[in-house]
Antibody, heavy 123, light 113 residues
Framework: EVQLVQSGAEVKKPGESLKISCKGS????????IGWVRQMPGKGLECMGT????????RYSPSFRGQVTMSADKSLNTAYLQWSSLRAADTGIYFC????????????????WGQGTPVIVSS | DIVMTQSPDSLAVSLGERATINCKSS????????????LAWYQQKPGQPPKLLIY???TRVSGVPARFSGSGSGTDFTLTITSLQAEDVAVYYC?????????FGQGTKLEIK
């Protein structure tokens, strides 16, 4: 059973950069779309975008385009989410999740989730 | 973006009773190529990541108790929990994968009355 293991909690100051990771337990990780989902404190789930780990093709949700960068290293079975300049409003828990592929490459539900990476941005 | 709206925002149900959560999408989620609705339900307990319960609007994930069921089509969907158990206390989210914005509902908090 595939597992997604995320990097640990981060405490940063506004203006700092950050890169968090999501590592898949199997090489099949590279055959899936991986989504990044934000959960702000006490709030719901927001999909930031998805990345195909095998070729780093990305799809950003409109609200997050230009705010974050998704990347992947297929040799390490790892996806990344990074910020160049954090803001207090980026505080939250960030989940990665594997997206089901069906049919001729259509993408579906998120069937496997990482444990989440808490990010706190505070001066 | 497709907007997903859940109702109610919170719900208190007695143990052993039925809980019903509704989800409405701003456009049809029917994938005509598959004749399936691109709608999933997740359960999130405090301090845990979401857990997939149901996909294609009504297909239960292996290992999910049979008291959980999903129904609906087009723009209106329902998650039903028959005979509520204490371990079902959680926040429940609907999620559309019809468009690549992959939006979620705002969540419904389910508690024991």
């Amino acid at each position: 059973e595939v597992q997604l293991v995320q990097s640990g909690a981060e405490v940063k100051k506004p203006g700092e950069s950050l890169k968090i990771s999501c590592k898949g337990s199997e090489s099949s990780f590279n055959n899936y779309w991986i989504g990044w989902v934000r959960q702000m404190p006490g709030k719901g789930l927001e999909c930031m975008g998805t990345i195909f780990a095998g070729d780093s093709d990305t799809r950003y949700s409109p609200s997050f385009r230009g705010q974050v960068t998704m990347s992947a290293d297929k040799s390490l079975n790892t996806a990344y989410l990074q910020w160049s300049s954090l803001r207090a409003a980026d505080t939250g828990i960030y989940f990665c999740a594997r997206q089901k592929i069906y049919g001729w490459g259509s993408t579906g539900w998120f069937d496997t989730w990482g444990q989440g990476t808490p990010v706190i941005v505070s001066s | 973006d497709i907007v997903m709206t859940q109702s109610p925002d919170s719900l208190a149900v007695s143990l052993g009773e039925r809980a019903t959560i509704n989800c409405k999408s701003s456009q049809s989620l029917l994938d005509r190529s598959k004749n399936e609705n691109s709608l999933a339900w997740y359960q999130q307990k405090p301090g845990q990541p979401p857990k997939l319960l149901i996909y294609w609007a009504s297909t239960r994930v292996s290992g999910v108790p049979a008291r959980f069921s999903g129904s609906g089509s087009g723009t209106d969907f329902t998650l039903t929990i028959t005979s509520l158990q204490a371990e079902d206390v959680a926040v429940y989210y609907c999620h559309q994968h019809y468009s690549s914005s992959y939006t979620f509902g705002q969540g419904t908090k389910l508690e024991i009355k």
